[in-house]
């Protein structure tokens, strides 16, 4: 009876041991990069979409003010990301064609909790791509970039 008792335990064990070593192999963000993949799934004609509002100076700020109303519950204050949505300073969406982000704005990733935001005007939908592009990546990615300091 001890000895099944002991085999038993030495099972447990080891069943732990490997399920912890197998969680330390996984990688650690995988999320992020299918999110920002769905960038990719933007047909042509909407990559090839440039900016009408990237010369206009109102763009931002009225960008700003619908990224509060709309964005920021999801996306954090600062665009960098919380627990429901992905950062929007991330390279992915910062080097993205606008056109793509466009499309993203327009046809929502319904599937992981983006909305659907057809509903806005076109030029509003413009305004919130000018406003995230023009945040540039976020602070840690920039620091990464920097040369080393004397």
Known sequence: ??????LGFGALLFTGFSFFCAAQDKPE????????????????????????????KEAVPAGKVL???????????????????????????QS?????????LTNGVVRKGMPVWSKLPEPQRWQLVTYVQSLGPNAATAENKLPPKP
């Open 96 to 104: 993205a064609p606008a056109g793509a982000v466009f499309w993203i």
């Open 67 to 93: 990224f509060e109303e709309h964005c920021e519950e999801c996306h954090g204050e600062n665009a960098l990301g919380t627990k429901k949505a992905p950062s929007l300073r991330a390279q992915e969406v």
């Open 1 to 6: 009876m001890k000895i099944i008792m002991l």
């Open 29 to 56: 963000n995988t999320e992020p990069a299918s999110v920002y993949a769905e960038l990719e799934k933007a047909p042509p004609k909407y990559r090839a979409k440039a900016n009408p509002l990237i010369k206009d």
